[in-house]
């Protein structure tokens, strides 16, 4: 593992990376952007979505882009024209949501403090519930299981995945005492890796809790994604933290890092 390098700053507040059609995607949370950086280090904002914050992105099997409107409880759809439909109204279920991910059968799961499974023609029900402020999610390659970072929980959590979509099975998967996770994704050995934005750093974990590996950074690690053509390199969302009241400042201290690994990406996102 070699150390992280600069490879885009001047953001506010990168979330939700995904490495797809060969560009790192990203939130770049108060500006309501939707940026795709090109391994040439080219930025191309693709779309803007119409709220604050949160919000979050990942991909139907048809290519379509999904967006999470996390104030309004929406799921948004991107057309191929490039606009943007409801998907989902997820309002009668909860207020607020987080983050996205869709697995390998195009079945999307978002949270916040429960989990909402949303399927491919957009019917949404409630399949989980009591997160500690549900963060990062992925689903492991054989779609047979969620891992979903509960930030104030100071652990990972999985739940068994039905054939219908629904989740069951809920357990620990990795205690992490003083950690706080937010972004995560899962590599080809099982790990997770996790951004930790009070820790300043990324940490890759064994189911358990054992810690493999560590990426310490200066500012908050808010998510990370491998990706890269060999699905080998970290890429990190940093920025400095100064609490929710700053959340809309004007500082641009956001940051993207690479960081080459050994052990390339699985699952999804």
Known sequence: MTGAQIIMDGLAFGESPRWHDGRLWFCNWGTQQVIALGPDGAAEVITRIPTTLPYSIDWLPDGRMLAVS???AL???REPDGSLVTHADLNAIAPTFNEIVVDGRGNAYVNGTVIVLVTPDGTARQVASGLEFGNGMAVTPDNS???VAESHG????????AADGGLSGRRVWAGLPGGYPDGICLDA???AWYADVPGKHCVRV???GRV?????LDRGCFACMLGGDEGRTLFVLAAEWRGMEQMMSPARTGQVLAVRVDTPHAGWP
């Open 70 to 72: 996390g104030q309004e």
């Open 75 to 77: 799921i948004l759809r």
């Open 145 to 147: 299981a969620l891992i």
């Open 154 to 161: 100071n652990r990972l959590t999985a739940f068994d995945i």
């Open 189 to 191: 050995d099982g790990a």
């Open 206 to 208: 064994a189911e358990g």
């Open 212 to 216: 493999l590996q560590r990426v310490e």
